[in-house]
């Protein structure tokens, strides 16, 4: 039942962030995510391992900090491949290209 779980409270954490929660809901979302992603590893759930990875691309692009965004959208990919999530894998090469023109990445590594 863990994987219920962790997609219940992963889920919440969207709709905080899609309904504009404010507060501390970044930290909470961050909180949830290193709690569970061990878990669902565990249990080869990668579909719900691409999502809560796609939860830190959120946070973590929100905030600015687009290394860490960028390192979660390649995890959220890898986990959607698996899944094959085509949809979100897509979605996360959109996300790598704006975090390379954006973040800290060297042009020529961008390219």
Same mark, same amino acid.
């Given at each position: 039942?863990?994987?219920?779980?962790?997609?219940?409270?992963?889920?919440?954490?969207?709709?905080?962030?899609?309904?504009?929660?404010? @507060?501390?809901?970044?930290?909470?979302?961050?909180?949830?995510?290193?709690?569970?992603?061990?878990?669902?590893?565990?249990?080869?759930?990668?579909?719900?391992?691409?999502?809560?990875? +796609?939860?830190?691309?959120?946070?973590? @692009?929100?905030?600015?900090?687009?290394?860490?965004?960028?390192?979660?959208?390649?995890?959220?990919? +890898?986990?959607?491949?698996?899944?094959?999530?085509?949809?979100?894998?897509?979605?996360? @090469?959109?996300?790598?290209?704006?975090?390379?023109?954006? @973040?800290?990445?060297?042009?020529?590594?961008?390219?």
């Amino acid at each position: 039942m863990p994987r219920i779980e962790a997609s219940s409270q992963i889920i919440e954490s969207y709709i905080q962030v899609y309904k504009g929660e404010t @507060g501390e809901w970044s930290e909470r979302a961050l909180s949830i995510t290193r709690r569970w992603i061990p878990v669902l590893e565990r249990e080869n759930a990668h579909d719900e391992l691409a999502l809560t990875w +796609r939860l830190n691309v959120l946070v973590h @692009g929100m905030a600015g900090h687009y290394s860490l965004a960028s390192a979660a959208a390649a995890q959220s990919t +890898r986990y959607a491949q698996l899944a094959g999530n085509t949809r979100l894998a897509e979605t996360n @090469g959109m996300n790598l290209a704006q975090f390379a023109l954006y @973040g800290t990445t060297p042009v020529v590594q961008a390219i």
